[in-house]
């Protein structure tokens, strides 16, 4: 459901920039006759073949209509799909089951990790070791509050993770705040928490993270996951990622 609520945000964001470009462009429409294009509007006809500028923007109009036309009839059903969705998390959803087992660990309904990946030794970040200074439940060294609670998250789910671990990409090493293997596949996912948007060229370094992730290879809400910080408010918001993206 995550990815359709993404889906439809996309949409009605696009259908917005569509409308208002549209009150830009110029009324009427491309004609051709011959070899030879006529700007028709309140039935007239101009000539318009050596004016490549308008004819380029007449194309754009008539592409943008087409295209606002689909997103209208997107939308609506995108909507009534969503209204009709079961969005329970799995912790809900557990505790619809029989008694017997909801007292088993939660862990028990997910992919355990059985190759020992998460506990071999692994190069770690070594920046600032003094700020690992939040635990995990399971005793996780960490260097925030939000990154204990997403890292108590994935142990809940019995999913094997590594902090702060190095990653080599072309001639840059990074060292991403997650590193996952997803337990049904095996395939890499990063998880990139930013929490500190108020700090001097945050933003900055940030989106060069993310752009040199995407360069090699890593995708937006399939092998890569970012958060902030009002993501982290929402345990039904961590439970939904984790859920669509690495279970």
Not at 152 to 162: A, F, G, M, V
Not at 222 to 230: N, Q, R, S
Request: aromatic share 10%; glycine share 4%; hydrophobic share 30%.
């Amino acid at each position: 459901m995550n990815s359709m609520i993404i889906e439809l945000k996309n949409y009605q964001k696009e259908l917005n920039e569509i409308n208002e470009e549209l009150q830009t462009l110029p009324a009427g429409r491309l004609v051709k006759k011959g070899a030879c294009y006529y700007h028709y509007t309140n039935e007239r006809e101009i000539g318009i073949t050596k004016n490549i500028a308008l004819i380029r923007t007449l194309c754009r109009k008539k592409y943008l209509i087409a295209r606002q036309k689909q997103l209208n009839h997107n939308i609506p059903i995108i909507l009534r799909c969503i209204s009709k969705l079961d969005d329970a998390t799995s912790e809900e959803l557990i505790r619809t089951l029989p008694t017997s087992y909801q007292e088993v660990p939660n862990s028990y309904f997910f992919h355990q990790s059985t190759d020992g990946w998460a506990a071999e030794p692994y190069e770690k970040n070594p920046y600032r070791p003094e700020d690992l200074i939040y635990f995990s439940n399971s005793g996780t060294p960490v260097r925030s509050k939000s990154e204990m609670l997403i890292t108590n998250h994935l142990e809940s789910y019995d999913i094997p993770y590594r902090y702060d671990a190095a990653i080599t990409l072309g001639s840059q090493k990074k060292y991403p705040d997650f590193t996952i293997k997803k337990p049904s596949n095996g395939k890499l996912i990063l998880w990139e928490h930013f929490g500190a948007l108020g700090q001097p060229n945050y933003v900055q370094k940030m989106n060069e993270k993310m752009s040199l992730y995407i360069k090699h290879g890593y995708i937006p809400s399939e092998t890569l996951i970012y958060t902030f910080e009002a993501d982290i408010r929402s345990t039904r918001r961590l439970q939904g990622l984790i859920e669509s993206i690495i279970l």
